[in-house]
């Protein structure tokens, strides 16, 4: 019985999981070069971190970063790492601690738009930020 009920409540969290993975993710835009974040966007991260109750109880902090292919695989893997870190300081600005946020830096690699259009390119240079639930 008692693993029935575990069972139960692990899938229950898979469907909601599924139902607000739209809510779960914010993505931060950058200009081709840059991993300066500006301050609307900034403006937007934090209001939306403050509209999840108890954030850092129920899940956890993942940023994945992606750039387009410009500049070389070495180049991008520097720009990707610039731009995690630069998302993570306002994270922690926010109070966020250090140990409950961990990053993925893509780079070129496993790019989500096509990076044959000027459009896919810019949708590339980007970090998401993902909240995954923490499932007991």
Do not use: C
């Not at 779960?24 to 991260?45: H, W």
């Not at 994945?64 to 922690?92: C, F």
């Not at 390119?121 to 909240?131: E, K, Q, T, Y």
């Amino acid at each position: 019985m008692r693993t029935v009920i575990i069972i139960v409540i692990f899938f229950q969290g898979i469907v909601t999981w599924g139902q607000h993975v739209d809510e779960l993710r914010k993505s931060i835009y950058f200009g081709g070069g840059s991993y300066y974040v500006d301050e609307f966007q900034a403006e937007d991260l934090f209001h939306w971190l403050d509209s999840i109750p108890n954030l850092l109880d129920k899940y956890e902090i993942h940023l994945i970063s992606h750039t387009d292919p410009i500049g070389g695989k070495q180049y991008n893997e520097w720009l990707s790492k610039m731009r995690s870190e630069a998302v993570q300081a306002l994270l922690i600005q926010r109070e966020i601690p250090e140990h409950k946020i961990s990053v993925k830096d893509w780079g070129l690699e496993n790019p989500v738009f096509r990076n044959d259009t000027r459009k896919g390119m810019s949708l590339n240079r980007r970090v998401d930020v993902i909240l995954y639930p923490i499932i007991f």
